[in-house]
């Protein structure tokens, strides 16, 4: 699934494509999933902002299209061709805009999803509308980190997935950063030392992620094709293969339905 870095990848890439474009036609597949998108028609974009795992577009009707990538959820700029028909080949979404291109979103397995809200009105996107600080927010400080998991009954990587505590993180760093962290993935409170060394691993794999265009493990492409990160992992998919630490054999196991990888000597409960 794509996470901050692969969202934020994309919003860098689109954004000077469609800042400022209008949208001639729009269509969609019929689902209600990403029926939103054809009530963009004649509307121009302003900004193109990521927040957590969304991407938010601003039109010049103080309307904003929210667009989630979920699973498999890709999103690309193609010439526009006369006579070409959309909605095969898995394509759920297209915005034809006045400069000859046309956004495309792809979405194989359709966890991903369009919706198009008041302008910062998000009240009917629980994830979006209860989201914790972005982890690149100059604001933010480990001890505000620390406070937001503090009496928090989950454990720590559940609580990252969870998005109320940050924002962004999903299966891939959160194993990242929780390896980096030193911190083990099953507990259920951190000290603030451990925040600290959570919030700055967040950052420091978040940046490197993004600086190799994404993680593609399977369906993520950005706009230029796949991201490179995946040659970058230290912990996630790495199990049963020796730390890069300490050489001790990585461990798996399901944690609140999701696969974690960790290291039993570096990260002990
Ligand atoms: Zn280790």
Known sequence: MPELPEVETIRRQLGPKILNRTVISAGSHESAKFLPARKTKGKRFLTLRRRGKYLLAELDDQSELVVHLGMTGQLKIVETEDQRSFGSNYERAWWVLDNNNTIIFKDV??????????????SQIPTLRDMGPEPFSPDLTSEDLWRR?????????????????????????ADEALFYAGINPSVRSIT?????????????????????????LRDYRNLDGAGSNQDYLHCYGRSGLPCHKCGSVLRSRIIDARSTTWCPVCQKR
């Not at 009496?151 to 760093?173: E, H, W």
């Open 109 to 122: 397995r359709r966890f991903g999803r369009i919706a198009l809200v008041k302008k910062g009105d998000y």
């Open 192 to 216: 603030r030392a451990q925040a600290e060394r959570l919030l700055q691993s967040l950052q420091m794999v978040f940046s490197q992620a993004i600086e190799k265009g994404g993680t593609t």
């Open 149 to 173: 998991t503090k009496g928090r009954k989950q454990r720590i990587k559940t609580q990252l997935l969870g998005q109320r505590v940050i924002a962004g993180v999903g299966n891939i760093y």
